[in-house]
């Protein structure tokens, strides 16, 4: 027999150190039981609704990791607003451009003077 608490112990240890007619300890015995019986549905209730409450939240705390997980991953877009690759492109052109004119015979005045005469600005 499971114990709930102290003073019902203390109520069955009284039954049997009292001396009484046999009628009398089965009347005390039943009340007793009883009186057992309903504390341990209250109790038993109680743990059952704990116990929902605790898988209720343990369910919304899964749902809530779930949803995190499921959510994809996003990676920042960022654009370089380095001009330095950009300068070094232009430059090794123009050094190209330079150096395979001036192996066909053009100097580097009569290229400009062409441009010039084209209406391009040089400075820009």
């Given at each position: 027999?499971?114990?709930?608490?102290?003073?019902?112990?203390?109520?069955?240890?009284?039954?049997?150190?009292?001396?009484?007619?046999?009628?009398?300890?089965?009347?005390?015995?039943?009340?007793?039981?009883?009186?057992?019986?309903?504390?341990?549905?209250?109790i038993?209730?109680?743990?059952?609704?704990?116990?929902?409450?605790?898988?209720?939240?343990?369910?919304?705390?899964?749902?809530?990791?779930?949803?995190?997980?499921?959510?994809?991953?996003?990676?920042?877009?960022?654009?370089?607003?380095s001009?330095?690759?950009?300068?070094?492109?232009?430059?090794?052109?123009?050094?190209?451009?330079?150096?395979?004119?001036?192996?066909?015979?053009?100097?580097?005045?009569?290229?400009?003077?062409?441009?010039?005469?084209?209406?391009?600005?040089?400075?820009?």
């Amino acid at each position: 027999m499971h114990w709930i608490d102290e003073d019902l112990q203390k109520e069955y240890i009284k039954i049997y150190h009292t001396s009484m007619s046999i009628e009398e300890f089965k009347q005390k015995w039943l009340e007793l039981q009883a009186k057992h019986d309903a504390r341990f549905g209250e109790i038993a209730e109680q743990s059952k609704k704990d116990i929902q409450q605790e898988m209720q939240i343990a369910q919304e705390q899964y749902n809530t990791q779930k949803e995190q997980e499921t959510k994809t991953f996003k990676p920042i877009q960022a654009e370089s607003k380095s001009e330095t690759y950009k300068d070094e492109v232009k430059t090794n052109f123009w050094e190209n451009f330079l150096k395979v004119q001036q192996e066909n015979g053009m100097d580097i005045l009569e290229i400009l003077e062409m441009l010039n005469k084209q209406g391009l600005d040089i400075k820009a």
